[in-house]
């Protein structure tokens, strides 16, 4: 029992993180969930069904739609189909808007053999910070040149069909915690003193108030906004929440997620990682969406082989530069799985893994060395690579 309690003890001491480790996790963790937050937002895809097949495109290149509506805030794609016949593999296509206020998030691609033959499709995504602008997105290689015409119109340019929408229109709730959300209506459409009336589909998740009185007195450039409370209990619980008046109608879908562990505080995809001492591990790392944390098991042959029993050896360059790998590798996974089961221009289930691992490997080239050079002490690797430049010199 004594010996028992000295393991423990040992196990407990090792996976507790020291001030400097501590500092290179926060730090990391603190990248990937910026990381997240960019790469695995929901995209909304101007182009066609993307596994419609395409027999032929003019002159190699096509940006397609040739004109777009977009609304400020959101991520979208537009479908960038070449011919590899005539724009041939090495090639480099530059992608440019003409609006300051559009953000591009890809301003060139190099078609590589990889990308694959015959008629292939890359998408150019981007996002507006302005209403009431407008821009032509461009695509050319050569002489080759491709234009869309894009137009940013505002949020409330929706009311002017619907007459109201929520915002957001889509919502996730802890258990029992309240959170706002606003139904905007269009005066113009929905008069003042019409009364609109507010239901949800599900009795575990509830509503502040049942109708709303639209007051004309508060309405800036024709639109009211009425601030609404919604909170739920029973973790996975879904509803949907409905407002009417008359012949209108907006909808707002809301679930309730699974409670976090006790003593998290997340503030995005990702927390610090745990450290898992399972005997016999079937894998070197897991991810939970509930916790956010990436386990990595330290018995599994290849991780035991540089962090030691116990992890005692977690602290050197190897073992930090293998534990770097491991947390790269797992969470762009994790936020390329995220990015490709939300997006609506990836819904080929039978393609999904290719998918899924072809964007973690170009989240891998685009971020890798940072989350490196946040999860490895650098004056660590400074001091090796001076003591290796010392040998070269000898020899």
């Known amino acids: ?27 990391a963790f603190h990248v990937l969930n910026e990381i997240a937050k960019v790469e695995a937002e929901a995209t909304f895809n101007l182009g066609e069904n993307p596994d419609e097949e395409i027999t032929e495109v003019p002159d190699g290149l096509a940006l397609y739609p040739s004109t777009a509506q977009i609304t400020v805030g959101k991520r979208y794609a537009f479908q960038l189909r070449i011919d590899t016949k005539i724009v041939r593999h090495g090639a480099v296509i530059s992608i440019a808007c003409t609006c300051p206020k559009v953000k591009l998030e890809t301003t060139q ?19 507006a910070s302005e209403p009431n602008v407008q821009g032509v997105v461009r695509a050319s290689t050569g002489a080759i040149s491709k234009e869309s015409k894009l137009f940013v119109i505002p ?10 929408i929520f915002q957001p229109e889509s919502l996730t709730l802890r258990p029992n915690r309240p959170r706002k959300v606003y139904l905007l209506v269009y005066i113009k459409m929905i008069t003042g003193g019409s009364v609109i009336k507010l239901s949800s589909d599900n009795n575990a998740i509830q509503l502040s108030r049942a109708e709303i009185l ?6 800036e450039r024709h639109v009211v906004k009425h601030e609404i409370e ?51 591990p079937p894998q070197r790392t897991r991810y939970s969406s509930e916790t956010g944390k990436v386990s990595i098991y330290c018995n599994f042959p290849s991780v035991f082989h540089y962090l030691g029993e116990g992890s005692k050896f ?11 790998d491991l947390v790269a590798e797992r969470c762009f996974y994790e936020i390329a799985r995220k990015k490709v089961e939300s997006s609506e221009s990836l819904i080929n289930p039978g393609a999904k893994r290719d998918k899924i691992e072809l964007f973690s490997q170009e989240l891998s080239k685009k971020y890798g060395r ?6 490895v002490d650098q004056s660590l690797l400074s001091q090796s690579r001076l003591v290796a430049q010392n040998e070269l010199v000898h020899v």
């Open 230 to 280: 919604v909170w739920g209990e029973g973790e996975g619980q879904q509803a949907m929440i409905t407002a009417e008046c008359e012949q209108f109608i907006a909808l707002l879908e809301a679930h309730v997620q699974t409670r976090e562990e006790p003593g998290t505080d997340r503030s995005g995809m990702f927390s610090e990682p745990l450290f898992d001492y399972e005997p016999d």
């Open 370 to 375: 940072r989350v490196h050079e946040a999860l």
């Open 214 to 219: 639209v007051n004309e007195a508060m309405a």
């Open 109 to 127: 691609i190099r078609l590589a053999p990889e990308d694959g033959s015959g008629i292939i499709k890359k998408y150019v995504a981007l996002k």
């Open 314 to 324: 977690k602290k050197t360059l190897s073992a930090q530069v293998l534990v770097a």
């Open 1 to 27: 029992m004594v010996e028992e309690e000295k393991r423990r003890k040992q196990k407990e001491i090792q996976t507790k993180f020291d001030l400097e480790e501590a500092n290179r996790f926060k730090k």
């Open 155 to 164: 949020e409330k340019e929706l009311l002017l069909d619907q007459g109201m």
